[in-house]
Nanobody, 125 residues
Framework: QVQVKESGGGLVQAGGSLRLSCAVS????????MGWYRQAPGKQRELVAA?????????ADSVKGTGRFTMSRDNATNTLYLQVDSLKPEDTAVYYC?????????????????WGQGTQVTVSS
């Protein structure tokens, strides 16, 4: 079973940047799709971005168009990244990595049951 471990969170001032990492226990090229989620205090966990094995990326409507979120991966180290720029207090959340799969349509990411422990991002104003 795939295991994932997030890191890279922290306390930053508004306007700063963070690069979150997700270490995956096996080749990410052989995983159908993976996603980044976040859960803010008192809110439901929500998708931020997802990438399939071919490198196709989708961003959630809530972050699409802001230009602040960039998902990428390093195939050699089996690591996923989520770059978050121009951080805002509303970005404060625990960010999670998830193994899932893709289906047809524009919102193609389907989350699976594999989650990491999350990494806390706190943005001060």
């Amino acid at each position: 079973q795939v295991q994932v471990k997030e890191s890279g969170g922290g306390l930053v001032q508004a306007g700063g940047s963070l690069r979150l990492s997700c270490a995956v226990s096996r080749s990410i090229l052989h995983i159908n799709a993976m996603g980044w989620y976040r859960q803010a205090p008192g809110k439901q966990r929500e998708l931020v971005a997802a990438m399939n094995s071919f490198g196709r990326i989708m961003y959630a409507d809530s972050v699409k168009g802001t230009g602040r979120f960039t998902m990428s991966r390093d195939n050699a180290t089996n690591t996923l990244y989520l770059q978050v720029d121009s951080l805002k207090p509303e970005d404060t959340a625990v960010y999670y990595c998830n193994q899932g799969w893709s289906r047809g349509g524009s919102n193609w990411y389907v989350p699976g049951s594999t989650w990491g422990q999350g990494t806390q991002v706190t943005v001060s104003s």
